[in-house]
């Protein structure tokens, strides 16, 4: 069974940065996507960022972070992981590690995915 272990969160000023981290163990050969989503409080998950695991290059990302989220893999050490500049209030969320079949042409279809991480928390003050 995939597990997917979050970790970087914290509380940061409007303008700073975080880089959060998901080690990811039991993938299997099918789990071609990887992403990172987030929840806020009362709003529904949405998707944040995606990254194919065997082409890195192939990424994806929700309008709202482009430009100020960068999502990389490490395969070595089974890591995936999200800088996040530019911090703004409404960044603040449960962010959410994310693995997937890749059955679409993008990892950034965010339906696809089907094993969670627990979550890391990410606060962004004014």
């Known amino acids: 069974q995939v597990q997917l272990v979050e970790s970087g969160g914290g509380s940061v000023q409007t303008g700073g940065s975080l880089k959060l981290s998901c080690a990811a163990s039991?993938?299997?050969?099918?789990?071609?996507?990887l992403a990172w989503f987030r929840q806020a409080p009362g709003k529904e998950r949405e998707g944040v960022a995606g990254?194919?695991?065997?082409?890195?290059?192939?990424?994806g990302y929700d309008d709202a972070v482009k430009d100020r989220f960068t999502i990389s893999l490490d395969n070595a050490r089974k890591t995936v992981s999200l800088e996040s500049n530019s911090l703004r209030p409404d960044d603040s969320a449960v962010y959410f590690c994310?693995?997937?079949?890749?059955?679409?042409?993008?990892?950034?279809?965010?339906?696809?995915?089907?094993?969670w991480g627990q979550g890391t928390q990410v606060t962004v003050s004014s």
């Open positions: 994310a693995a997937g079949p890749g059955l679409r042409e993008t990892c950034a279809s965010w339906e696809q995915y089907d094993s």
């Open positions: 990254i194919h695991r065997y082409y890195p290059g192939r990424t």
């Open positions: 039991w993938l299997t050969p099918d789990t071609k996507c």
